[in-house]
């Protein structure tokens, strides 16, 4: 009869944890299940920098993967960045850390094709032009605005 006590005591904690587990795992499917897609959804990102160096969606027509900065931002833009740098280019950059002027023109590039592309993004193409002109007055401006810029592209979808 202990043996029996004991083997009931010892399971019955072994099924109330299959039970719970069962239950998570039926919430969990049914809330799933309200939603479309996966879990973790495969658009998240489709607006940064990264997601547009890419290429894993076709380019805006406005705004072709070989157009140069100074040619689409103005001749501010050409006074502070190399003459041919590209849009794609740009948008790839990966020295931004400690360059305030990096981070702002590879934001503001991820900025300008989700403006184009992504209905409901916070700002125009014309906003973010202007914006990226302004933002190259001082490096506190532009890490400003790169940062601002970011942060749209970050909550787009």
Known sequence: M????GRSAYSCPRVSRLVLLFLCWFAAAMEAEARPGFLYTTTRGRCTPQFWSSRKEPWPRMVPQGST????????????????????????RNDDGDNAFAGLVKQSTA??????????FPYTAWEVKTLLIQGLVSEK????????FSEANQACN
Do not use: I, P
């Open 111 to 120: 900025a300008l094709l989700n403006s184009y592309a992504r209905d409901g």
């Open 2 to 5: 202990e043996m029996e006590m």
């Open 141 to 148: 401006a532009a890490s400003f605005q790169a940062q601002r």
């Open 69 to 92: 900065v100074s040619k689409v931002f103005g001749s501010r833009a050409f006074e502070r960045y190399r003459y041919d740098l590209t849009l794609l280019e740009a948008a790839a």
